[in-house]
């Protein structure tokens, strides 16, 4: 039990294990900006066609 211990404390002590903690927290923050800005050019989007359907159908 205590080499488990030992282990653990010193895989959770290295810095690659908290770097990778650093490039999930980075990928999680550039999804979300991704997925705002796809929301917002999406809305923009479609209110475009829909003025040019509008202006064509008058």
Known sequence: ???LWTKLTSWMAEE???SM???ALLVVLIAIVALV???LAGNEV???FSEIGS???S
């Open 46 to 48: 479609s209110s475009t």
């Open 37 to 39: 800005a796809v929301r």
């Open 1 to 3: 039990m205590f080499a």
């Open 21 to 23: 903690v650093e490039y």
């Open 16 to 18: 690659k294990g908290a």
């Open 55 to 57: 202006g064509l159908g």
